[in-house]
């Protein structure tokens, strides 16, 4: 047996701690790891660091099921290093081909005796060497019988999500979003179109600068890259020739169309993706105001406009619900909290941390806030709601509110005309921009709205 567990182990096991039991963001988790163990963590040790997490974090439930038809313990009772090594071990013997089953299991057990939890070395040992066998079976629930039961093992989503789905949708479509959820994202980036580097341009220089393979998409400003490109000092990113963003966020700008002299506000600004494309498809020629709570997600966005050389934009450190703007504007993006089910494939832990109850709790703070927004607003003027998320609540009941509320105070402007014609797929009769997951272009679920006030 060896006698010592790899770092890149070590350190995804901690890390699997942290988000499932602390609930630290990953990626948070994974940059607090990374920089402390900076000089001895190559790039392909950190790319198999991120693939160990979050592919525990997407099957999590699945391999927990598992273990828990394999063990005779309740291993909820268990330790959180004994979990993790359990649920991370059992992860690599399933998804990970390259890595033999003895090197899972064997630096399973050690990353238990290194946490100082001996005793249950044997325990370990003995549950995982018995599923690298694969010699159980356990029957599945019934797919015709139990349709949220079989769905919820079978792709590692909550009962509670698969459930609310399958009220929605045939089971073939829950299918395919489950599926795709527990898909690795790809890589979009955006380009930045105020620098002399078209596309196709940049397309040629990633591939000299970086060996970046890429292809272009029917969206002109955006390119999927084949695998994760430099971010340091020097590189192309660094230099602001692009930023990181997926395409339906992309296409939330293009609802803005911002106009030369406009007064925009980015209500919840986050950090910085559609605030720097407005700017962009505006020219730098708008009045851009960006607000949010968050003084770290405002010195993201600040930074981001910073390197892709974006100034003279606004920064407003405070909460849109209490923010004392007695001004009027001629738009406002409100790119609303949410529950973010459309993002899950980004953002694994969120299946595991999420309640039913998010539902409801966010579509009365979007009521609160556009309502806020409303007020702000010139005649005439154009409040663009967004969501990363396709839930009825949080999209067709958030529109069927304000026609509710404003009647004929407000048209709905339909998206059509706003964005390439490629995606006007997603446009719904009722002038809903509606993108799900698991859709064939491989962009997240959002949905979008535009309301005009009469003047």
Known sequence: MSSRVSLGRELAYDAFIE??????KPEAALDYYYNKHSEHLRKIDRSFVKELLYGSLRWHSKMFWILQNTSNRDLNKVSPQIRAALVVGT?????????????AVNESVEYVRKRGQANACSFVNGILRQIARRAEYFAKPDKQKEPANYLAMQYAHPKWIMERWLAQFDFARVERIAAANNKVPPIFVRVNAMRDMPAHKLQNQLLKDEHIHSERRPLRCSLHLKTFPAIKEGSLFAQGYYTFQDEAAQLISFLVQPQRGEHIIDLCTGKGGKLTHIYELANGEAQITAVD????????????????????????????????FDGKVDKILLDAPCSCLGILRRHPEAKWHKQAAI????????????????????????????????????????????????????????????????????????????????????????SAFIIKFDG
């Open 19 to 24: 988000v499932m039991d602390h609930r630290r």
């Open 293 to 324: 709570k968050s003084t770290k997600h405002l010195q993201a966005a600040r930074d981001n406009a910073v390197r892709m050389g974006h100034d003279g934009i606004n920064y407003v450190h405070a909460d849109a619900l209490a923010w004392d």
């Open 91 to 103: 992860y690599q013997i399933y998804y990970m081909d390259r890595v033999p089953d003895r090197s």
């Open 359 to 446: 539902i409801n709790e966010m579509e009365q703070l979007q009521r609160r806030l556009l309502m806020r927004a409303a007020e702000w607003l010139k005649g005439g003027g154009e409040l663009i709601y967004s969501v990363c998320s396709f839930e009825v609540e949080e999209s067709i009941n958030m529109l069927e509110f304000c026609k509710r509320k404003y009647k004929d105070r407000i048209q709905v402007i339909s998206p059509v005309a706003r964005i390439p014609d490629y995606y006007k797929q997603y446009v719904t009769r009722k002038n809903i921009l509606q993108i799900y997951s698991g859709n064939n272009d491989l962009i997240d679920g959002f």
